[in-house]
């Protein structure tokens, strides 16, 4: 029936179709469970180099997926644990754990909503995204003049003003065009309402969490 519908619904050769539903059967052997946006999976699997690795898998998209992660890295740091690899795509996000002898505990991703939003308030000022949405908005409000109005000012010059520029207003928190790199940061690249939502829905058990530890 699912194949019939994948085929008629959503244009999918049958080939693809019967793919797709053998993925999720396999998916569901490894984990017991599918990701679907009340179940969350988290699988703990030792990658082709023996290192440990943590797959969060849900549906809920990079930006939510980018902050978590951002989160996650901060507080695995800051209680003294070793410097990990991530990364995320629409799927989810992964963190990888070379040399780590056991298995990670996974309760560091499973933080208060707070929580999260001030770990990646502390980390996303440092970011590259957060420099570039800084130069935009600040271009944008005529902060970088031209030097030459009839020509084009080479991007190194941009990047060095608008850094000397964040140097001095990052001493003003409420400086309109730090609050604006912000805001596009949290509201337009990454998704932190919905993220503090989900956490939120995990502290509730709105949202359920499996674990599955494969060595």
């Given at each position: 029936?699912?194949?019939?519908?994948?085929v008629k619904d959503h244009d999918l050769e049958a080939?693809?179709?019967?793919?797709?539903?053998?993925?999720?059967?396999?998916?569901?052997?490894?984990?017991?469970?599918?990701?679907?946006?009340?179940?969350?999976?988290?699988?703990?699997?030792?990658?082709?180099?023996?290192?440990?690795?943590?797959?969060?898998?849900?549906?809920?998209?990079?930006?939510?997926?980018?902050?978590?992660?951002?989160?996650?890295?901060?507080?695995?740091?800051?209680?003294?644990?070793?410097?990990?690899?991530?990364?995320?795509?629409?799927?989810?996000?992964?963190?990888?754990?070379?040399?780590a002898d056991v298995a990670p505990n996974v309760e560091?991703?499973?933080?208060?909503?707070?929580?999260?939003?001030?770990?990646?308030?502390?980390?996303?000022?440092?970011?590259?995204?957060?420099?570039?949405?800084?130069?935009?908005?600040?271009?944008?409000?005529?902060?970088?003049?031209?030097?030459?109005?009839?020509?084009?000012?080479?991007?190194?010059?941009?990047?060095?003003?608008?850094?000397?520029?964040?140097?001095?207003?990052s001493n003003y928190p409420s400086f309109p065009i730090?609050?604006?790199?912000?805001?596009?940061?949290?509201?337009?690249?990454?998704?932190?309402?919905?993220?503090?939502?989900?956490?939120?829905?995990?502290?509730?058990?709105?949202?359920?969490?499996?674990?599955?530890?494969?060595?």
């Open positions: 029936v699912a194949v019939t519908a994948l080939g693809a179709a019967e793919n797709l539903m053998q993925y999720l059967a396999d998916q569901e052997i490894a984990t017991t469970v599918v990701p679907d946006d009340r179940n969350i999976v988290i699988e703990r699997v030792r990658d082709e180099l023996g290192n440990w690795r943590v797959c969060v898998l849900t549906p809920f998209g990079s930006r939510i997926h980018a902050p978590w992660a951002m989160a996650a890295v901060a507080k695995i740091r800051a209680g003294g644990g070793r410097d990990v690899e991530t990364m995320w795509t629409e799927d989810g996000f992964v963190l990888r754990f070379p040399e560091a991703l499973l933080m208060e909503p707070d929580e999260a939003a001030e770990l990646v308030m502390r980390q996303v000022g440092s970011t590259a995204l957060f420099a570039a949405k800084f130069r935009e908005s600040a271009a944008g409000a005529l902060l970088l003049p031209r030097r030459r109005m009839d020509g084009r000012t080479p991007l190194w010059q941009q990047r060095k003003r608008a850094y000397d520029l964040l140097s001095v207003a730090l609050l604006e790199a912000y805001r596009e940061c949290l509201r337009d690249v990454f998704d932190m309402p919905a993220l503090m939502e989900v956490l939120r829905g995990i502290r509730s058990e709105e949202r359920r969490v499996g674990k599955e530890c494969r060595s």
